[in-house]
């Protein structure tokens, strides 16, 4: 399963392909595109790519605003914990046209695209599957929130019935855990497919927390033809 540096797109990005691919090949895969942390990059959620189900085609997108040398971000942070509307909603758009492109050029299976995020990259999944519930399957959100709900652009119709898994850690000295289950309120109250699961870990994903999302994915995959 090799792994490539792919800069040809609208968002820099790592493409993980499963066995079995063939570059000219009809068969098309489930697919994970990845959403990493605040001042992170591209390469830090891709490992866990050996801890979920295999035959999986892996994106890890790089978040495109810069914050140090080899750290990025999704939107520009102008407040913890409350993103600005606008440059959410302006990086919600670029998701979105960077999934276009994803569709357009690797063998993705559009019925099974999972968003798998970690603390900020967990909040941009979230609020992506709200805004563009028809265009993903669903979502692994870890260590993350959501802003409050007069922020967000909700397509209340269709995001009902969507699978999300939230983990999120009981000592989090990061993301507050009341944050985590404000978050899973406002999902239920959405009427979305929530599997919401606290871990004693900080801001962090462990092998606990991996095993959970594993069966989760099981669960949710569509069985090979």
Do not use: C
């Not at 993350?144 to 898994?165: F, H, N, S, W």
């Amino acid at each position: 399963m090799e792994t490539k540096i792919q800069q040809n797109l609208s968002i820099n990005h790592l493409v993980r392909f499963p066995a079995g691919y063939q570059p000219h090949g009809p068969a098309t895969f489930p697919t994970v595109l990845a959403l990493h942390g605040h001042g992170s990059n591209e390469n830090d959620l891709i490992s866990l790519a050996q801890y979920l189900p295999e035959n999986l085609l892996w994106i890890s997108g790089r978040g495109p605003v810069n914050f140090s040398a080899h750290g990025f971000d999704w939107y520009p942070v102008t407040e913890f914990g409350k993103p600005d509307p606008a440059l959410l909603s302006v990086a919600l758009g670029q998701i979105d046209g960077f999934i276009t492109e994803l569709l357009n050029t690797y063998p993705i299976d559009p019925q099974q695209l999972f968003l798998l995020g970690f603390s900020q990259g967990s909040m941009i999944s979230m609020a992506y599957l709200l805004r563009f519930p028809e265009r993903i399957k669903g979502v692994i959100a870890q260590s993350g929130y959501l802003p409050a709900r007069e922020t967000l652009q909700i397509d209340a119709k269709q995001v009902a019935g969507k699978p999300v898994i939230m983990t999120h850690g009981f000592e989090d000295p990061r993301m507050p855990l009341a944050w985590s289950q404000k978050t899973r309120d406002l999902l239920l109250g959405l009427g979305v497919d929530l599997t919401y699961l606290n871990f004693h870990m900080g801001h962090e994903i462990t092998l606990e927390s991996l095993k959970a999302i594993r069966g989760w994915m099981e669960n949710h995959l569509q069985p090979a033809e």
